[in-house]
């Protein structure tokens, strides 16, 4: 089993920054894509930012050229860096690593909680 956890959320003004972090514990072999989704109230889940084990990257058109999401690959961490920020990226956000927990076993989607990024002033 593997147990992600987030961490970083809070309050901030328009235009201010946070940073999100989330690690993971649990029976890892390899990870292959490591992301972050948010969702609004009365929205659907959707996709932030993804990171491959390469670290390319793919973005939302809506945070584009303000968050950037980087990955550690030793330490099964990722990270998004969140700029500029803006009311209506007020959301719940989750982090979501790909995993193989075994060398034989297939890849298998697991989530953190999530942590609430509130925007206002």
């Known amino acids: 089993q593997v147990e992600l956890v987030e961490s970083g959320g809070g309050l901030v003004q328009p235009g201010g920054s946070l940073r999100l972090s989330c690690a993971a514990s649990?029976?890892?072999?390899?990870?292959?894509?490591m992301g972050w989704f948010r969702q609004a109230p009365g929205k659907q889940r959707e996709l932030v930012a993804k990171?491959?084990?390469?670290?390319?990257?793919n973005y939302a058109d809506s945070v584009k050229g303000r968050f950037t999401i980087s990955r550690d690959n030793a330490k099964n961490t990722v990270s998004l860096q969140m700029n500029t920020l803006k009311p209506e990226d007020t959301a719940v956000y989750y982090c979501?690593?790909?995993?193989?927990?075994?060398?034989?076993?297939?890849?298998?989607?697991?989530w953190g909680k999530g942590t609430l990024v509130t925007v206002s002033s």
């Open positions: 979501n690593y790909n995993v193989w927990t075994t060398p034989l076993s297939s890849r298998m989607d697991y």
């Open positions: 990171i491959t084990p390469g670290g390319s990257t």
């Open positions: 649990g029976t890892i072999f390899a990870i292959y894509d």
